[in-house]
């Protein structure tokens, strides 16, 4: 009886299972037809370089940079991207600190052209040493950003709570005259001598 009722429980499962299987496959399809459907778009355009421009002071504009680095063969675009700080309009009454910094991005369509945003690095703009490199692990924006992850703020503070305290076994220092016998002593049972 019982190999009977699992069997019969077997066949009602399998034709729900067909049942659903049906649906699971034209909705697969219809996803794969979507899926063709999108125009996929490379992430790096092999035609393109980059160069990341850091160290900008917050109140610089596109057009400040577009006429720093103009004289690059093939400049294609020029991106501001906010390093750290406030994602604002900047004025020229709103107070600032060092931390309100932000990055460029460069795209030149010759290898020339790279080559000589890279000698800008060191140039000035706005009081502001430029720091020009091929990635933005190079940027000081990226440094301080990581120190700030992965160091927090302020003292690291830790926690002594977890730690277990282990037996201690005290040896007087003038009686010389007991053996110690190391086999009984643990491996956990350090030994202080006073």
């Given at each position: ?119 800008m690095n060191g140039s000035y703009l706005a009081g502001r040493r430029l720091v020009v490199g091929l990635t933005t692990a ?57």
């Amino acid at each position: 009886m019982r190999i009977y009722t699992h069997h019969a429980c077997h066949i009602k499962r399998s034709k729900l299972l067909t049942k659903d299987r049906s649906q699971r496959i034209t909705i697969s399809k219809k996803a794969a037809r979507k899926r063709a459907s999108v125009k996929r778009r490379s992430r790096r355009d092999p035609d393109r370089f980059c160069a990341y421009v850091g160290n900008l002071h917050p109140f610089t504009t596109i057009e400040e940079i577009t006429d720093l680095f103009q004289h690059c063969d093939g400049l294609v675009e020029i991106r501001l991207r906010i390093g750290h700080g406030f994602a604002v309009y900047p004025s020229r009454h709103m107070l600032i600190s060092d931390l309100d910094v932000q990055f460029a991005t460069v795209q030149v369509s010759e290898w020339n052209g790279l080559v000589q945003a890279m000698k800008m690095n060191g140039s000035y703009l706005a009081g502001r040493r430029l720091v020009v490199g091929l990635t933005t692990a190079a940027l000081p924006e990226m440094d301080r950003l990581l120190y700030e992850q992965f160091h927090g703020a302020g003292a690291v503070q830790r926690n002594f709570g977890s730690l277990r305290a282990e037996a201690t076994e005290i040896i007087p220092e003038e009686d010389h005259r007991e053996v110690i016998i190391w086999s009984r002593l643990s491996t956990n049972m350090p030994v202080s001598i006073m």
